[in-house]
């Protein structure tokens, strides 16, 4: 089975700072794809970014981009130039990819919550 | 355009009752999820189906039933509620095994007392 691990519970950061959320995985298998997702106080699960583990390079999505160690099973989110908008709790997750089609959901971390400050 | 539907959003239950959570989609994925998610913790998977007639046990089924009769429906049945089911649900939908990320309903708060 997977493990997902954010060992921050909270962080705050001042607007227009660059902050980084943390995350580690367990897995034994080799083809995976990790995810970031924003769930602010309207309780929405909304979809940061995603990373696919055969790719060495980086996923980013304008001011969000990730730090990917495969080795490592490291999987780290980096904001840019923090907006109030930022404001949220953010979940790491993990998918390990099935050949023959199928899935069987994602695993989630427990969260970070990002509070920005004005 | 209305994504993942899910009624209600929140509900009082008292222990021992039933009542069923909605969930319909319009996007014609054919991959529906029911995740529950507790205070300070992430989201847990329950339930999943990958197509009309097809469903499967996630993480934690216990307690809970599913049916897919329908590519858009995927309603979660609690058949006698107790306060650890007490937590906010979540259904979602993806084309195929949803490698590009999941659509998400706004979620259904349920406190059992």
């Known amino acids: 089975a997977q493990t997902v691990t954010q060992s921050q519970p909270e962080m705050s950061v001042q607007e227009a700072e660059t902050v980084t959320l943390s995350c580690t995985y367990d897995?034994?298998?080799?083809?995976?794809?990790l995810f970031w997702y924003k769930q602010p106080p309207s309780r929405q699960m909304i979809l940061v970014i995603r990373?696919?583990?055969?790719?060495?390079q980086n996923a980013t999505e304008n001011r969000f981009s990730v730090n990917f160690q495969k080795a490592a099973k490291s999987f780290s989110l980096k904001i840019s130039d923090s907006q109030l908008g930022d404001t949220a709790m953010y979940f790491c997750?993990?998918?390990?990819?099935?050949?023959?089609?199928?899935?069987?959901?994602?695993?989630f971390g427990k969260g970070t919550h990002l509070i920005i400050q004005p | 355009n209305a994504g993942v539907t899910q009624t209600p959003k929140f509900r009082i239950l008292k222990i021992g009752q039933s009542m069923t959570l909605q969930c319909t989609q319009d996007?014609?994925?054919?991959?529906m999820y029911w995740y529950r998610q507790d205070p300070g913790m992430g989201l847990k998977l329950i339930y999943y189906?990958?197509?009309?007639?097809?469903?499967d046990k996630g993480e934690v089924p216990n307690g809970y039933n599913v049916s897919r009769s329908t590519t858009e429906d995927f309603p979660l049945r609690l058949e006698l509620a107790a306060p650890s089911q007490t937590s906010v649900y979540f259904c979602?939908?993806?084309?195929?095994?949803?490698?590009?990320?999941?659509?998400f309903g706004s979620g259904t708060r349920l406190t059992v007392v």
């Open positions: 979602a939908s993806s084309y195929g095994g949803g490698y590009y990320g999941y659509t």
């Open positions: 897995t034994s298998e080799s083809n995976y794809y």
């Open positions: 990373q696919e583990a055969y790719k060495q």
């Open positions: 997750a993990f998918m390990k990819h099935h050949s023959g089609g199928g899935a069987d959901g994602l695993t």
């Open positions: 996007m014609n994925h054919n991959y």
């Open positions: 189906s990958v197509g009309a007639g097809i469903t």
